[in-house]
């Protein structure tokens, strides 16, 4: 089967996201809609004409909540990545898109399996973002860093 469908659609082969054996299925989906943008957020609601309302960041409510936004360049997600960059031992790095985020493990040297537990981390976090924004939007409860990751 996915012999198949990289032989109808080759450009699936060339994603950024190995598969990682480490996270929980649900994990690995959130992080491939968040690289293809395809995630509930107000950005694409508004494109699709089912939210009308203002397009803003419920968690920092300085910008527009685009997949980037939310998971690289809003305050609250930088907070989150600091905390990564120090629990995974990385040199801060700029990122400015979710993709960047997602290519982070590929810089860490493969030594006893690290590479894939950094990125099986950062998946863990962008999951825990999204899950954490959608708790302020959708049960109001406020978004406290020590309760993200
Ligand atoms: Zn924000």
Excluded at 44 to 58: A, F, G, M
């Amino acid at each position: 089967m996915k012999k198949l469908l990289y032989k109808v659609n080759p450009s699936i082969q060339s994603s950024i996201l190995e598969w990682n054996n480490w996270v929980p299925l649900k994990v690995k989906a959130i992080s491939w809609r968040a690289l293809h943008n395809h995630l509930p957020i107000s950005e694409n609601l508004i494109k699709r004409s089912i939210l009308y309302s203002p397009d803003i960041c419920v968690c920092c409510t300085t910008a527009g909540e685009s997949v980037d936004h939310i998971f690289a360049s809003c305050y609250v997600e930088n907070v989150v990545w600091q905390r990564v960059n120090v629990w995974c031992n990385l040199q801060p790095v700029n990122t400015s898109s979710v993709r960047d985020i997602l290519l982070v493990y590929k810089q860490v040297p493969d030594f006893e399996h690290r590479r894939k537990m950094v990125q099986a981390i950062i998946m863990v976090a962008i999951w825990c973002l999204l899950r954490a924004r959608n708790k302020l939007i959708f049960e109001n409860k406020p978004l406290k860093m020590e309760n993200v990751i």
